[in-house]
């Protein structure tokens, strides 16, 4: 049974800060490249950062440069997300996700998802 299970999310005041955690079972974890979407009420979802399956190679939505920083530790088959000065529209549903075939870390298609957590940001 594949499992994403993201841990992490909470309530921050603007400017804090949080890291997210995924950690996958059930797959070669080092086989796929792992990203951040998130998801906000009456918004699309969109993809924050990706990680190549390395660790070497890095993506980030234009909205999150600067200050979320993505990494991997393919030992511990854990996926992280470091996220400072967190604003007010940063608050959504964090996804963790899975990829076992794009080669370019921008374009990021999932296989498989973790159930979300909860990151809010209050002003």
């Known amino acids: 049974q594949v499992q994403l299970v993201e841990s992490g999310g909470g309530l921050v005041q603007a400017g804090g800060s949080l890291r997210l955690s995924c950690a996958a079972s059930?797959?070669?974890?080092?086989?796929?490249?792992m990203g951040w979407f998130r998801q906000a009420p009456g918004k699309e979802r969109e993809l924050v950062s990706s990680?190549?399956?390395?660790?070497?190679?890095?993506y980030y939505g234009n909205s999150v440069k600067g200050r979320f920083t993505i990494s991997r530790d393919n030992a511990k088959n854990t996926v992280y997300l470091q996220m400072n000065s967190l604003k007010p529209e940063d608050t959504a549903v964090y996804y963790c996700?899975?990829?076992?075939?794009?080669?370019?870390?921008?374009?990021?298609?999932?296989?498989?998802w973790g159930q979300g957590t909860q990151v809010t940001v209050s002003s």
């Open positions: 996700a899975a990829d076992s075939r794009t080669t370019l870390v921008g374009f990021l298609r999932p296989d498989y």
């Open positions: 059930g797959v070669t974890f080092s086989g796929y490249m």
């Open positions: 990680v190549s399956r390395g660790g070497s190679n890095t």
